[in-house]
């Protein structure tokens, strides 16, 4: 089975701090993507990569970056945590969508305070 | 730009049948997946249509039809453990890019 790996469950972080989420998955996927799940909001795309050194944009990338230097991670960059940006962060993987859809990991609980 | 609807909430009784429907509005048409979440879990994949028709997988079914902009889950022989939020996502670019609906959150009574 892929796995998708995220390297915390639960995180709180100071207002101003800079935070790394981290992500790995295990099965060699080309596409890698960052979302976060709010209440009423739904999923919301932050950042996506189909390949090794490349992102784009989502819909949602304002106050945040990422980062791909290896093909397996893929970090969410919180350049200066804010408290709107209080959310599940969920990672997830695909080798080709349309076959098996996202792979998820099991989600980061970030809290800003 | 993608506009994906999905009924908010659903209540449905154990050893019962319920459709969750799914309409979209796409620019460019790549299939469309459905997802099951648990709640405190991360989501998982459940199915892919890109056809038109029914594709059935054991108690879960799909249906897509492409000309409507319209897709529904069936779920059968309902159990506790389908108690769930379920989301409709439908692809907006050959890079895999997904956008999501904002689920339905299903409730299964004894």
């Known amino acids: 089975d892929v796995k998708v790996t995220q390297s915390s469950r639960y995180l709180v972080k100071r207002t101003g701090e800079k935070v790394f989420l981290e992500c790995v998955q295990d099965m060699d996927h080309e596409n890698m993507f960052w979302y976060r799940q709010d209440p009423g909001l739904g999923l919301r795309l932050i950042y996506f990569s189909y390949d090794v050194k490349m992102k784009e944009k989502g819909d949602i990338p304002e106050g945040y970056s990422v980062s791909r230097e290896k093909k397996e991670r893929f970090s969410l960059i919180l350049e200066s945590a804010s408290t709107n940006q209080t959310s599940m962060y969920l990672c997830a993987s695909s080798l080709s969508q349309e076959a098996f859809g996202y792979t998820f990991g099991s989600g980061t609980r970030l809290t800003v305070v | 730009g993608q506009n994906i609807d999905q009924p908010t909430e659903m209540t449905a009784t154990e050893g019962a049948i319920v459709q969750i429907n799914c309409t979209y509005q796409t620019s460019g048409f790549n299939g469309l997946f459905w997802y099951q979440q648990h709640a405190g879990e991360a989501p998982t994949f459940l199915s892919y249509?890109?056809?038109?028709g029914l594709e059935e997988k054991g108690r879960f079914s799909s249906f897509l039809s492409r000309s409507k902009g319209y897709s529904y889950l069936l779920l059968k022989e309902l159990q506790m453990k389908d108690s769930a939020s379920y989301l409709c996502?439908?692809?907006?670019?050959?890079?895999?890019?997904?956008?999501f609906g904002d689920g339905t959150t299903l409730t299964v009574k004894p």
């Open positions: 249509n890109v056809l038109d």
């Open positions: 996502a439908v692809p907006t670019n050959n890079a895999g890019k997904s956008t």
